[in-house]
C-alpha cells in the first residue's frame, strides 16, 4: 500500500487573452494509503486541477506529487480514474469494458473472465455483462466505470464528480456502493464532488477548497464514512451531528461564493 | 374527470396509446412515408409521359424518349447488349472501377486523416495539399490522368481515387478530432500504450465518421463516373452514354441514366445496412 503525498502544488493557467490564473497555489498535504479524501469547493478552487494532476493529466507549474516515493509524470495503471460521464467505450459490451485494463496489459483471458464476472457482481451488475454499455442507466453505466478502474487493482482511486450526472435516488445508492467498495478493497480513494452531503457522507478526510488562488481552505477528520455501512445513510444524515456540519460547511461555502460575487462585481 | 386526467396526453382520447401534440420541429417524429414516397415516383413518370404528349415540336421522339422506347431500350440492351458488349458487362465495368478507386481512396486517405489528427506536424504538412486539391474537380485532372497512367483503366480509377481520398481524409481526421478527450484519459489510465490508444479507442471511436464518408465518396464516385470514362474504353455505363450519344441514341442515354441511379441507390443501402450491422453505436457515445 502507497501514501500519496502531494507537495507545494502550484499551478497558473496562461489566458489565451493575456494575463493568467492561479488555479492552484501551495498545495501540500498527506495521504496514507486506504483513507477516503472528498475534496469540495466553488467552481473554479482547482480541485479537478488538483485531481488531474494526482492523474498524471497536468504536469503542475510548481511542486510535485508522489506515489510510494514515485513522483508522478504522467498517467499510470496505479492510479485509476472515474470520471463523471462514465469516459465508458461505447463499441464494446459491459464485460468488455471491465476487461479493458487487463486486456492492455496482456493478461491470460481466461483469468480476465472470471475477474470480471466477479467484479460485476460485486457492483451489482450480475447478468449485464453481453449489454451494450449504452443500454444501461447513468447509474449503471456509472457501476462499469468503477468496475473497470477496479479491473486493474489500482493503489489509488480518482473520482471527479463520479454520482455529478446521476437522479437525486440513484446517487444516494451509488454513495453505498462506493462506500462499500472503500471498505471492501481498503483503496485510497480522491473524490471531487460539489454536493456537500456526498462529501461529509463519504469522506473520512475532508478538504474544503477555495479559490483565487485555488487553495486547501479548511481540513476535517470525520466519522461518518467508517460507520456509513452499519448505519441506515438516511438516519446518518439526519443526524444532529451530520446536520451541524452540513451547515457549518454550507456557510463556509456560502461565505465563498458571496466573496467571489463581489469580486466579479467590482471587476465589472 | 380524475386529476390524473390532466396528464393523458392531449388530443382525441378515442386513440390508443400516447400521441405526440408538438410534432413540428421534433426530428424523431419525421420517418419519411413510404406511400408519398411512390406517389412521388409515379408523379415524375407522369410528368414525364406529359411532356411527352404535348405540343412542344422541339419533344419528339428523337430528343426525348418516350416511357415505351426507354423500356424497349433496356430489353434491346438486356438482350443484346451494346455496341457488342453485354449490359452486365458494361454494368460490372464502371462498378468495379468505382469500387477499386473507392478502396484505393479509403486505403490512402483514412491514414492520412488520422495522421492529421494526430500530429501537428503532419497536420502543417497534409494541410495545404489536402485543401488546395480538394475543391479541384476531377474532371479537370483527365487530361494530366491520361498523360500520366495512360488512357487505360489506369486513368480512370485514378480519377475515381481522387475524387475518394479527399472527402476520406476529411472524414478521418473529424473522426479523430471527435474522441472525447475523457476516453482517451480513461484509456491511458487503465495502462494502454499510444498504439493501443490508436487501435482500440481512437479507431473504433473513428469508424461510425469513416463509414459516413465511405458513404458520400461513394455517391461522389459513382456521379464522376461518367467524366472518367470519357475517353479510352468501350466499357462501362459513361462510355455507352457517350457512344450513344454520338449516335443520338437518346433513348439509350436515359436508360443508363436510370441505371446509374438505380445503382447508386442500391449501393447506398448496402451501405446503410453495413452501418446498422457494424457499427451499432453510431451515435451513442
Known amino acids: 500500500m502507497k ?12 489566458l489565451p487573452k493575456g494575463g493568467s490564473v492561479e488555479a492552484l497555489h501551495n498545495v501540500s498535504f498527506d495521504l496514507k494509503a486506504g483513507r477516503l479524501l472528498t475534496l469540495l469547493g466553488p467552481s473554479g478552487c482547482g480541485k479537478t486541477t488538483l485531481l488531474n494532476i494526482i492523474a498524471g493529466f497536468l504536469a503542475p507549474t510548481s511542486g510535485s506529487v508522489t506515489l510510494g516515493g514515485d513522483p508522478i509524470t504522467g498517467p499510470g495503471q496505479e492510479r485509476g480514474m472515474v470520471f463523471q460521464q462514465g469516459a465508458l467505450f461505447e463499441w464494446q459490451t459491459v464485460s468488455q469494458n471491465v476487461a479493458f485494463g487487463p486486456r492492455m496489459n496482456r ?30 442507466s447513468g447509474g449503471m453505466q456509472q457501476r462499469v466505470a468503477l468496475a473497470r478502474c477496479l479491473a486493474n487493482d489500482p493503489e489509488v482511486i480518482l473520482m471527479d464528480e463520479p454520482l455529478g450526472a446521476l437522479d437525486a435516488l440513484t446517487r444516494e445508492k451509488m454513495q453505498g456502493l462506493i462506500l462499500k467498495l472503500w471498505q471492501e478493497t481498503g483503496k485510497t480513494i480522491v473524490l471531487v464532488t460539489h454536493s456537500v452531503e456526498e462529501a461529509l457522507y463519504l469522506g473520512d478526510r475532508l478538504f474544503v477548497m477555495a479559490p483565487r488562488p485555488g487553495r486547501i481552505e479548511r481540513e476535517y477528520e470525520l466519522p461518518f464514512a467508517k460507520d456509513g455501512l452499519d448505519v441506515d445513510p438516511r438516519e446518518m ?31 465589472s | 374527470m380524475t386529476a390524473l386526467a390532466r396528464f393523458r396526453p392531449a388530443g382525441r382520447n378515442r386513440s390508443a396509446g400516447a400521441r405526440k401534440t408538438v410534432t413540428f420541429g421534433d426530428a424523431s417524429e419525421v420517418k419519411g412515408s413510404p406511400s408519398w414516397s411512390i406517389a412521388s415516383l409515379i408523379f415524375l413518370f407522369l410528368v414525364w409521359w406529359w411532356i411527352k404528349r404535348g405540343p412542344d415540336p422541339m419533344v419528339n421522339d428523337r430528343t426525348f424518349p418516350s416511357l415505351r422506347q426507354s423500356w424497349d431500350a433496356f430489353f434491346e440492351l438486356v438482350n443484346s447488349g451494346y455496341r457488342r458488349v453485354g449490359l452486365w458487362d458494361h454494368t460490372w465495368a464502371s462498378l468495379w472501377r468505382v469500387l477499386k478507386g473507392l478502396a484505393y481512396g479509403v486505403v490512402v486517405g483514412v491514414p492520412v486523416g488520422f495522421a492529421m489528427g494526430l500530429s501537428n506536424r503532419l497536420r502543417g504538412i497534409f494541410d495545404p495539399v489536402v485543401e488546395l486539391l480538394r475543391p479541384v474537380p476531377p474532371l479537370a485532372l483527365l487530361p494530366l490522368f491520361i498523360v500520366w497512367f495512360g488512357i487505360g483503366e489506369g486513368s480512370k480509377v485514378n480519377l475515381l481515387f481522387f475524387a475518394a481520398v479527399w472527402i476520406m481524409v476529411i472524414a478521418a481526421r473529424a473522426g479523430v478530432l471527435g474522441v472525447q478527450g475523457s476516453k482517451v484519459h480513461a484509456a491511458y489510465s487503465l495502462g494502454a500504450n499510444r498504439w493501443q490508444i490508436l487501435r482500440y479507442v481512437i479507431l473504433p471511436n473513428a469508424l461510425p465518421d469513416i463509414f459516413t464518408g465511405m458513404r458520400v465518396a461513394l455517391g461522389v464516385c459513382w456521379g464522376t463516373l461518367v467524366a472518367a470514362e470519357l475517353t479510352g474504353t468501350t466499357t462501362g455505363l459513361g462510355a455507352m452514354i457517350f457512344a450513344a450519344s454520338k449516335f443520338f441514341r437518346m433513348d439509350i442515354v436515359v436508360v443508363s441514366i436510370i441505371i446509374i441511379g438505380v445503382i447508386g441507390v442500391t449501393m447506398d443501402l448496402i451501405m446503410r445496412f453495413l452501418e446498422r450491422r457494424l457499427i451499432p453505436w453510431r451515435g451513442k457515445g
Do not use: C, N
Request: hydrophobic content about 40%; charged content about 30%.
Open chain 1, 3 to 14: 501514501d500519496l503525498s502531494v507537495d507545494g502544488l502550484g499551478m497558473v493557467y496562461e
Open chain 1, 107 to 136: 493478461k491470460k483471458r481466461s483469468e480476465t473472465e472470471t475477474l470480471v464476472r466477479d467484479l460485476l457482481s460485486t457492483v451489482g451488475l450480475q447478468g449485464f455483462g453481453d449489454k451494450a454499455v449504452y443500454e444501461l
Open chain 1, 237 to 267: 444524515k439526519a443526524s444532529p451531528e451530520f446536520i451541524a456540519k452540513r451547515e457549518e460547511l454550507l456557510s463556509l461555502i456560502w461565505e465563498m461564493e458571496e466573496q467571489i460575487m463581489g469580486h466579479e462585481g467590482a471587476v
